[in-house]
């Protein structure tokens, strides 16, 4: 049985036919097209209000015959012809229908949006050279292609409140609020806490916070992603640097399973904001502020940029080659069944390959990762706080991730283990090991980005690279597979954690030729079923659906009601 099609309706745009399903949006026909309609209010994952009128366009319809008049002929194509009504129409809130006419650049177009960006620009203040959406500003953008180049407004302009405290992460500038309403509506339908409004008319209409209220949802910062002006700042990135300076690098979130995908911006290694990417498949266009902000550990102080290898009680600076030869010495005696080996659910697929490898080569009697859990917010957090638990599953090998920690403390206690190898954990403080445990070992090896109580303990410390520091592919919760792309480089001696178990590897015995993460990619596809026959390039900026998990992201279901019943895009 064929699929069934969706009715196609012809449409005329800008002099040339095309066909569109019925129901589409004429600012969605348009730019399906190439034809692009400037807006302000319009976001494709929000209610359309119509109330910029920055997307007028002519439209035109077939002409009704007069009563006894023979209606219009079709032309050989099938096409009627066009009568222009003489008022513009917005196109935003607006679908198609059979044998319409739009143009987006006729001359009464270009005098409405003219006529628009006047408006818009009578009492908006001239404070671009310290406006931090300078550089990605829609109305400095549209100003240029739109505008009239010269303004006729000799009044005074209306004053209105600045540097307004809304919420915690939050401040409002209101003189430069053009009135789109995409935040209030994005707190109503996405976030479900209306707390915005506007108030007064006219010239003198500010957005605000309802008395007692504020903007504290743990999805705010969104607001300030979809302000097409520079009235909503994050006061995390406000005044920290101009956009045109930092260098953009897609890549995905690691706070959870949901593997949200971000774009990160950085400068000289300085990470300064992160915000979100769209993919309808994962994330839509949100992410959480939590998730967002969790970036400024990667400058701590407290970052490891070089091995140590501890002398009696203190701990010193060390070459790599010192400190793996040094691991190397102290595993020689050992049997295989007196090394635990405890990898990271942060890990990527490709350092979990490599580990897999590593703890086949010591022949590790035991090997196991640590679980993270809490509460899922029913919109984008999962309540599996490890990016690549279905990595661990798949790559590793492990059906039960964190089923062997109670075990391998145990055998720590009796002393059956006698080495640990802890790669991206801190023991003590996430996976509940005691220090008194740790201190009966004869030896142990962690490798992680920050000091911390466990690598207090080690025998060697490895400074493992950060989540930005690095690439790779992971899995999120839904199977999907995606890519984790490096965005700086890591501080002093720090390296990737696939470079570091390639190099314990090599440092024991083993050998292999490994020298970047493709080449472990593709050993990957080549070994683990689920990843045969892939490449790095066709999992795209995107990632590829990969295994069936059955689990689903809320806020996507709840996306795909509203596109159903025809509120939103999508």
């Given at each position: 049985?064929?699929?069934?099609?969706?009715?196609?309706?012809?449409?005329?745009?800008?002099?040339?036919?095309?066909?569109?399903?019925?129901?589409?949006?004429?600012?969605?026909?348009?730019?399906?097209?190439?034809?692009?309609?400037?807006?302000?209010?319009?976001?494709?994952?929000?209610?359309?209000?119509?109330?910029?009128?920055?997307?007028?366009?002519?439209?035109?319809?077939?002409?009704?015959?007069?009563?006894?008049?023979?209606?219009?002929?079709?032309?050989?194509?099938?096409?009627?012809?066009?009568?222009?009504?003489?008022?513009?129409?917005?196109?935003?809130?607006?679908?198609?229908?059979?044998?319409?006419?739009?143009?987006?650049?006729?001359?009464?177009?270009?005098?409405?949006?003219?006529?628009?960006?006047?408006?818009?620009?009578?009492?908006?203040?001239?404070?671009?050279p310290i406006c931090d959406q300078a550089?990605?500003?829609?109305?400095?953008?549209?100003?240029?292609?739109?505008?009239?180049?010269?303004?006729?407004?000799?009044?005074?302009?209306?004053?209105?409140?600045?540097?307004?405290?809304?919420?915690?992460?939050?401040?409002?500038?209101?003189?430069?609020?053009?009135?789109?309403?995409?935040?209030?509506?994005?707190?109503?339908?996405?976030?479900?806490?209306?707390?915005?409004?506007?108030?007064?008319?006219?010239?003198?209409?500010?957005?605000?916070?309802?008395?007692?209220?504020?903007?504290?949802?743990?999805?705010?910062?969104?607001?300030?992603?979809?302000?097409?002006?520079?009235?909503?700042?994050?006061?995390?990135?406000?005044?920290?640097?101009?956009?045109?300076?930092?260098?953009?690098?897609?890549?995905?979130?690691?706070?959870?399973?949901?593997?949200?995908?971000?774009?990160?911006?950085?400068?000289?290694?300085?990470?300064?904001?992160?915000?979100?990417?769209?993919?309808?498949?994962?994330?839509?266009?949100?992410?959480?502020?939590?998730?967002?902000?969790?970036?400024?550990?990667?400058?701590s102080e407290a970052r490891l940029t070089?091995?140590?290898?501890?002398?009696?009680?203190?701990?010193?600076?060390?070459?790599?080659?010192?400190?793996?030869?040094?691991?190397?010495?102290?595993?020689?005696?050992?049997?295989?069944?007196?090394?635990?080996?405890?990898?990271?659910?942060?890990?990527?697929?490709?350092?979990?390959?490599?580990?897999?490898?590593?703890?086949?080569?010591?022949?590790?009697?035991?090997?196991?990762?640590?679980?993270?859990?809490?509460?899922?917010?029913?919109?984008?957090?999962?309540?599996?706080?490890?990016?690549?638990?279905?990595?661990?599953?798949?790559?590793?090998?492990?059906?039960?991730?964190?089923?062997?920690?109670?075990?391998?403390?145990?055998?720590?206690?009796?002393?059956?283990?006698?080495?640990?190898?802890?790669?991206?954990?801190?023991?003590?403080?996430?996976?509940?090991?005691?220090?008194?445990?740790?201190?009966?070992?004869?030896?142990?090896?962690?490798?992680?980005?920050?000091?911390?109580?466990?690598?207090?303990?080690?025998?060697?410390?490895?400074?493992?690279?950060?989540?930005?520091?690095?690439?790779?592919?992971?899995?999120?919760?839904?199977?999907?597979?995606?890519?984790?792309?490096?965005?700086?480089?890591?501080?002093?001696?720090?390296?990737?954690?696939?470079?570091?178990?390639?190099?314990?590897?090599?440092?024991?015995?083993?050998?292999?030729?490994?020298?970047?993460?493709?080449?472990?990619?593709?050993?990957?596809?080549?070994?683990?079923?689920?990843?045969?026959?892939?490449?790095?390039?066709?999992?795209?900026?995107?990632?590829?659906?990969?295994?069936?998990?059955?689990?689903?992201?809320?806020?996507?279901?709840?996306?795909?009601?509203?596109?159903?019943?025809?509120?939103?895009?999508?």
């Open positions: 049985m064929s699929e069934e099609k969706p009715d196609l309706i012809d449409v005329q745009i800008n002099g040339e036919w095309h066909s569109f399903p019925k129901g589409t949006r004429m600012i969605e026909a348009c730019r399906q097209v190439g034809v692009e309609v400037p807006h302000y209010c319009y976001h494709p994952k929000l209610t359309s209000p119509g109330n910029c009128r920055m997307c007028l366009v002519e439209m035109g319809m077939p002409p009704r015959p007069r009563p006894g008049d023979d209606p219009p002929e079709p032309d050989e194509d099938g096409h009627l012809p066009i009568s222009w009504i003489p008022r513009p129409a917005i196109a935003c809130a607006n679908t198609i229908a059979p044998n319409m006419g739009i143009r987006t650049e006729s001359e009464m177009t270009e005098e409405c949006r003219k006529g628009v960006m006047e408006l818009l620009l009578a009492n908006h203040p001239l404070d671009c550089g990605e500003c829609s109305l400095q953008e549209f100003s240029v292609e739109h505008g009239n180049g010269e303004s006729r407004f000799r009044e005074q302009k209306v004053k209105k409140p600045k540097n307004v405290d809304v919420g915690p992460r939050i401040r409002l500038d209101d003189e430069r609020c053009i009135m789109c309403s995409r935040c209030i509506r994005f707190t109503d339908e996405i976030a479900d806490d209306p707390v915005l409004g506007f108030t007064d008319r006219g010239s003198h209409t500010v957005l605000t916070v309802y008395p007692g209220k504020e903007l504290a949802n743990n999805y705010s910062l969104n607001t300030v992603d979809i302000c097409p002006v520079g009235a909503l700042t994050s006061n995390d990135f406000r005044f920290q640097m101009r956009v045109w300076f930092m260098k953009e690098v897609k890549t995905i979130d690691t706070n959870c399973a949901t593997g949200a995908n971000i774009t990160v911006y950085s400068r000289e290694d300085k990470i300064y904001r992160i915000t979100p990417r769209q993919n309808n498949d994962v994330n839509s266009d949100w992410m959480p502020d939590s998730h967002r902000l969790n970036f400024h550990w990667i400058e070089e091995p140590l290898v501890k002398d009696g009680d203190q701990h010193r600076s060390a070459s790599w080659q010192e400190a793996l030869a040094t691991t190397a010495d102290k595993l020689a005696g050992l049997e295989g069944s007196e090394i635990a080996v405890i990898a990271s659910a942060r890990m990527t697929n490709e350092e979990l390959l490599i580990t897999n490898r590593f703890v086949k080569h010591l022949e590790a009697g035991h090997v196991d990762t640590v679980p993270r859990t809490g509460e899922a917010d029913g919109y984008l957090i999962s309540a599996d706080r490890n990016p690549n638990t279905l990595g661990v599953k798949t790559v590793l090998g492990l059906d039960d991730p964190g089923s062997q920690l109670s075990a391998i403390q145990e055998g720590i206690e009796q002393g059956r283990i006698k080495a640990v190898i802890s790669l991206q954990e801190n023991l003590i403080e996430d996976a509940g090991f005691s220090a008194d445990t740790l201190k009966k070992l004869d030896f142990l090896l962690v490798s992680y980005p920050l000091a911390n109580p466990t690598a207090d303990l080690a025998d060697v410390v490895l400074p493992g690279a950060a989540w930005a520091e690095k690439s790779g592919t992971m899995l999120n919760i839904t199977g999907r597979l995606q890519r984790l792309n490096k965005a700086v480089d890591g501080p002093g001696l720090t390296l990737e954690p696939w470079e570091i178990v390639r190099d314990l590897i090599q440092a024991t015995g083993g050998g292999n030729g490994i020298y970047s993460v493709n080449d472990l990619f593709q050993q990957l596809a080549a070994e683990v079923s689920e990843f045969e026959g892939l490449t790095w390039g066709r999992i795209g900026d995107l990632g590829i659906p990969l295994i069936e998990t059955g689990e689903t992201i809320p806020l996507l279901e709840r996306e795909k009601e509203r596109i159903a019943k025809g509120l939103i895009v999508g």
